[in-house]
T-cell receptor, first 115, second 114 residues
């Protein structure tokens, strides 16, 4: 079945540091890929998405590129801020799978940015 | 923008009580989902529904039931609350059409069972 693997957390960075959160996937077909962010005490919000190979999703300074050859969708930001402290979830939706109506989520990565 | 509204942000209930968690979405989304989120366990799917009066069990349905009488509303029911159901509950909805659509989540309900 489909699965998403995220780098283990927690991740602690200083303000203005470069961020990478790794995400790799396995899927039956050609999934759409998503990054969600969850701020403390809140629900998840869509951060960015990509629907086909080589697409780059971007939002709020975050970027991720859909790499079919490496089955990856790593999240990056050039200069993190304290306000980026949150939990980040990678997810996929595979229309060719038996559970096409559902997203498959990674386990989440806690990011803490120190001033 | 689609909005998913969960009726309560915080709830405290007693063991054995019947608990209703309500979720309403204001777009014409077919799919609705209930998850619980616990530290170290990620998101776990409890139930989902892809049409009115339809429901499917997720990964951890035991101790829960759901109701979907109208397209916009999806209720999670704890028949007899227990302390191990203390958790953050998240509702989400999505369109069926096309893989480009992810979920829209509500703000969550933090339930404490005492």
């Amino acid at each position: 079945g489909d699965s998403v693997t995220q780098m283990e957390g927690p991740v602690t960075l200083s303000e203005e540091a470069f961020l990478t959160i790794n995400c790799t996937y396995t899927a039956t077909g050609y999934p759409s890929l998503f990054w969600y962010v969850q701020y403390p005490g809140e629900g998840l919000q869509l951060l960015l998405k990509a629907t086909k190979a080589d697409d780059k999703g971007s939002n709020k300074g975050f970027e991720a590129t859909y790499r079919k050859e490496t089955t990856s969708f790593h999240l990056e930001k050039g200069s993190v801020q304290v306000s980026d402290s949150a939990v980040y979830f990678c997810a996929l939706r595979d229309l060719s799978s038996g559970s096409a109506r559902q997203l498959t989520f990674g386990s989440g990565t806690q990011l803490t940015v120190l001033p | 923008d689609v909005k998913v509204t969960q009726s309560s942000r915080y709830l405290v209930k007693r063991t054995g009580e019947k608990v209703f968690l309500e979720c309403v979405q204001d777009m014409d989304h077919e799919n609705m989902f209930w998850y619980r989120q616990d530290p170290g366990l990620g998101l776990r799917l409890i139930y989902f529904s892809y049409d009115v009066k339809m429901k499917e069990k997720g990964d951890i349905p035991e101790g829960y039931s759901v109701s979907r009488e109208k397209k916009e509303r999806f209720s999670l029911i704890l028949e007899s609350a227990s302390t191990n159901q203390t958790s953050m509950y998240l509702c989400a909805s999505s369109l069926w059409t096309g893989g480009a659509y992810g979920y829209t989540f509500g703000s969550g309900t933090r339930l404490t069972v005492v």
